[in-house]
Nanobody
Framework: QVQVVESGGGLVQTGGSLRLSCTAS????????MGWFRQAPGKEREGISC????????DYAASVKGRFAISRDNNKNTLDPQMNTLKPDDTATYYC????????????????????WGQGTQVTVSS
């Protein structure tokens, strides 16, 4: 049984930083590109970052580029998203996902839906 579990969310002030963590089990972790998504209330889910199976390639949405960073440890089956210079607009539930059918962050990765999803972790940025 595949399980993806996020942790590390919470409340942070504008300009602050937060490090999330995502652990996957029940799958061959290094067979998948990993995606990082978020969904704010009343908004569609947004793909904000992707990292290739070996960590050699990354992609970021314009909304987070330069502020967020993603890395992975294939020995520990973990994804490690780092969020810096947070803004109130970053308030959302954050999800990580093993991207089914993807080893690299091709142009369509953010639209992939048939993934292994975590349950999400809430991040709230206060102004």
């Amino acid at each position: 049984q595949v399980q993806v579990v996020e942790s590390g969310g919470g409340l942070v002030q504008t300009g602050g930083s937060l490090r999330l963590s995502c652990t996957a089990s029940g799958l061959t972790f290094d067979a998948y590109a990993m995606g990082w998504f978020r969904q704010a209330p009343g908004k569609e889910r947004e793909g904000i970052s992707c990292i290739s199976w070996n960590g050699g390639g990354t992609d970021y949405a314009a909304s987070v580029k330069g502020r967020f960073a993603i890395s992975r440890d294939n020995n520990k089956n973990t994804l490690d998203p780092q969020m810096n210079t947070l803004k109130p607009d970053d308030t959302a539930t954050y999800y990580c996902a093993a991207l089914a059918g993807y080893r690299y962050c091709s142009s369509s990765w953010s639209k992939s839906g048939n993934n292994y999803w975590g349950q999400g972790t809430q991040v709230t940025v206060s102004s």
